[in-house]
């Protein structure tokens, strides 16, 4: 069973960055996974931010192109969130998620229900 740990949340000024990282709690590799971040505003659904699969293959919502990126340790053992730019409407928990799933249809990476593993979460506020 694969648990996920999320860091790297906190309090920004709007125009500002933060750095999220996922690993595994067994601190066992990422390699063969596709992975993702999602986010959760309060009253609102989970929705997708970031992806990045088994072949290193990325794929982002369109809100968030150019803004965020998602990468890979060398040990591909930790996977990240680059968030720059921030804006307050950015304020949310972000969630890890992984599966060892294949498929190069990127419509699946955006589908909560792809994903078999989820951290806790990391809260991002962003303030005005």
């Known amino acids: 069973q694969l648990q996920l740990v999320e860091s790297g949340g906190g309090l920004v000024q709007a125009g500002g960055s933060l750095r999220l990282s996922c690993e595994a709690s067994?601190?066992?590799?990422?390699?063969?996974?596709?992975m993702a971040w999602f986010r959760q505003a309060p009253g609102k659904e989970r929705e997708f931010v970031a992806g990045?699969?088994?072949?290193?293959?990325?794929y982002y919502a369109d809100s968030m192109k150019g803004r965020f990126t998602i990468s890979r340790d060398n040990a591909q053992i930790t996977v990240y969130l680059q968030m720059n730019s921030l804006k307050p409407e950015d304020t949310a928990v972000y969630y890890c998620?992984?599966?060892?799933?294949?498929?190069?249809?990127?419509?699946?990476?955006?589908?909560?229900?792809?994903?078999?593993?989820w951290g806790q979460g990391t809260q991002v506020t962003v303030s005005s």
């Open positions: 998620a992984a599966t060892l799933k294949r498929t190069y249809d990127s419509r699946s990476y955006n589908d909560i229900s792809w994903y078999d593993y």
């Open positions: 990045v699969n088994w072949s290193a293959g990325t």
């Open positions: 067994s601190g066992r590799t990422l390699r063969w996974y596709t």
